[in-house]
C-alpha cells in the first residue's frame, strides 16, 4: 500500500476534491474526532460497504485510522478489492492533529 505524508495528502486533495479521505476508524473514535472532509468507514464494515458506496474501482483513496496501521491493512483490502488508487496516510489522525488539520465533531 502507497503511503504518503499528511502533505502530500493536503497536496492531492487541493488538486483533486474528488479524493474521498476515508476514516477507518472505530465509531467512538470518529465521535471524538475527524478530518472536516472525512467520510466514515470502520475497519470492521469496510469490506462489506466499500463497493456499495463506490463502485467506480478507479475511485482514489487517503485512508486514515488512529496512527497509521490499520489504514494500511484496510488500504490492502481495498486493492485486493480491485481499487488500485489507495493511499494510506503515515501517522494518521495523531499526525494529522499535530500538523493543523482541520477537525470536527
Given at each position: 500500500v502507497n503511503e504518503?505524508?499528511?502533505?502530500?495528502?493536503?497536496?492531492?486533495?487541493?488538486a483533486n476534491?474528488?479524493?474521498?479521505?476515508?476514516?477507518?476508524?472505530?465509531?467512538?473514535?470518529?465521535?471524538?474526532?475527524?478530518?472536516v472532509?472525512?467520510?466514515?468507514?470502520?475497519?470492521?464494515?469496510?469490506?462489506?460497504?466499500?463497493?456499495?458506496?463506490?463502485?467506480?474501482p478507479n475511485t482514489e483513496f487517503i485512508m486514515y485510522c488512529g496512527g497509521g496501521f490499520r489504514s494500511a491493512l484496510t488500504g490492502d483490502?481495498?486493492?485486493?478489492?480491485?481499487?488500485?488508487?489507495v493511499h494510506s496516510l503515515i501517522g494518521g489522525y495523531k499526525g494529522m492533529v499535530a500538523a493543523g488539520w482541520p477537525m470536527t465533531k
Open positions: 504518503i505524508s499528511v502533505a502530500e495528502a493536503r497536496g492531492k486533495i487541493a476534491p474528488k479524493i474521498v479521505l476515508l476514516d477507518v476508524r472505530e465509531d467512538h473514535e470518529w465521535q471524538a474526532g475527524h478530518a472532509e472525512a467520510v466514515h468507514l470502520g475497519k470492521g464494515i469496510l469490506e462489506r460497504d466499500l463497493e456499495k458506496l463506490y463502485p467506480d483490502a481495498a486493492q485486493k478489492m480491485g481499487y488500485a488508487k
